[in-house]
């Protein structure tokens, strides 16, 4: 029997933890929607206590949203060690028309950020997926001093602080919603 629940599956990488409580700051958006839930994974088990991703849950989402710290401008290794062992799904057709996001953690204002989610969503194209922003009718992205970008949700730890900042929650809770809808309106 199939389930009219709209799923939403998370999946992050995370080295000091601003990455992963971003997840579930966007997880806790998601979640405000009737008839959605989120699924939070890891694609790294060593370093965190959420479950490992499994790629077979690819198949079973209705949308995907990634998010990784930035390392050089890029996605961290582990990321992309799971986004290029998709090749399978990607001759399958597994995430073709299925809406995506991302999102990311830097450790300074002009870390590479949107580079960071610019790489991430590449691979996604390829997969046929749609993309989905943060529109500048998100009303923080004009008020931040920090992270927040219309290409996804960021976080900036500024002096060295895995503390999202209000504007950064904001955002990431608010594109949990958006994205959640647009899953939910995807899927009927």
Known sequence: MLSNMTSILIIYYSRNGSTKKMARLISRGIETIEGV????????SKNDDDTLVEKSELSSCDGLIMGSPTH??????????????????????????????????TSSMHGGQETTLITMMLPLIHHGM?????????????????????????HVALKNSTEISEDEKEICINYGKRFAEICKNNKN
């Open 37 to 44: 839930e989120s699924k939070i994974r890891t694609v790294d």
């Open 130 to 154: 749609i993309i989905v922003g943060v529109p500048y009718s998100e009303n923080k992205l004009n008020s931040t001093l920090s992270g927040g970008t219309p290409y996804g949700p960021t």
């Open 72 to 105: 050089f401008g890029n996605m961290a290794a582990p990321m992309k060690e799971f986004i290029d062992s998709t090749t399978e799904e990607w001759f399958n057709g597994t995430l073709i028309n299925k809406p995506a996001g991302v999102f990311t953690s």
